[in-house]
């Protein structure tokens, strides 16, 4: 029986495809069965980091000096004008969370094979202040996070980092003005609840690292942590 509801269930779906066409948010070409967000070729050509199979590398240097890191890595190279450009926008300001879950979801399944971040013990993304998160509709790096939860074995957890004081956006500021935007603006509630974990740090952009440096320094402070990063994109500068 539950074979012939699943049979049932994939017709019907077929069926409205043809006429409720999914599209890929990169090249607006019809998904076909199966593809998410992205369709194979698009996917296929996504301008991955490879930086979690590269110890020491630019992200992890950009914490050098500042903040502990255990290992910081991020699934694709983000640079503005570019068709990947559509994917942040239409996540971030058009509503489309799906985006968040399905390439967190991919980020996973790449993260999963690595030794450095198989032993994880809470996922946490970076909070949005909650006026910005009523606005928005929902917080995209929990999204990001939620995809990755499904296949990483560390759990979600988006009640301990808090995001306590609202700020401007980040994307027309320079490192100086990025670090003073983000300073003293997170806390942690029961945070012993992770005290001594190790924690995966999840964003959806990372460019100079100033919100996660402030997140881990809350973090590490209050309970003693091990941090590892990992960002949806990275904007080099």
């Known amino acids: 029986m539950k074979k012939f509801f699943k049979i049932v269930l994939q017709y019907l779906e077929g069926f409205l495809e043809l006429f409720y066409p999914e599209f890929c948010v990169a090249c607006d070409e019809n998904l076909v069965s199966q593809e998410k967000v992205l369709c194979t070729s698009c996917l296929y050509k996504l301008p991955r980091t490879h930086f979690h199979k590269v110890p020491g590398n630019p992200i992890e240097q950009a914490f050098w000096g500042r903040q502990p890191i255990e290992r910081a890595t991020a699934y694709y190279f983000f640079k503005k004008a570019s068709i990947y450009q559509k994917l942040l926008h239409q996540l971030k300001y058009h509503g489309k969370s799906e985006i968040g879950v399905e390439m967190g979801r991919q980020f996973g399944a790449e993260l999963v094979h690595e030794d450095a971040f198989k032993k994880i013990d809470y996922i946490i993304p970076v909070p949005l202040h909650p006026k910005k998160e009523r606005k928005r509709g929902f917080n995209q790096s929990e999204m990001i996070a939620q995809g990755m939860a499904e296949f990483l074995d560390g759990k979600l957890e988006t009640k301990v980092l808090i995001r306590k004081i609202f700020t401007e956006t980040q994307t027309k500021k320079?490192?100086?003005?990025?670090?003073?935007?983000?300073?003293?603006?997170?806390?942690?509630?029961?945070?012993?609840?992770?005290?001594?974990?190790?924690?995966?740090?999840?964003?959806?952009?990372?460019?100079?690292?100033?919100?996660?440096?402030?997140?881990?320094?809350?973090?590490?402070?209050?309970?003693?942590?091990?941090?590892?990063?990992?960002?949806?994109?990275?904007?080099?500068?």
Not at 187 to 195: D, M, T, Y
Not at 218 to 230: E, H, I, R, T
């Open 174 to 237: 320079e490192r100086f003005e990025r670090w003073e935007n983000v300073k003293d603006v997170f806390g942690c509630n029961n945070s012993e609840k992770i005290e001594g974990k190790h924690i995966l740090l999840v964003d959806d952009v990372m460019t100079t690292g100033a919100t996660i440096e402030g997140c881990t320094l809350v973090l590490q402070d209050a309970a003693n942590v091990k941090v590892s990063v990992a960002c949806l994109a990275y904007t080099a500068i």
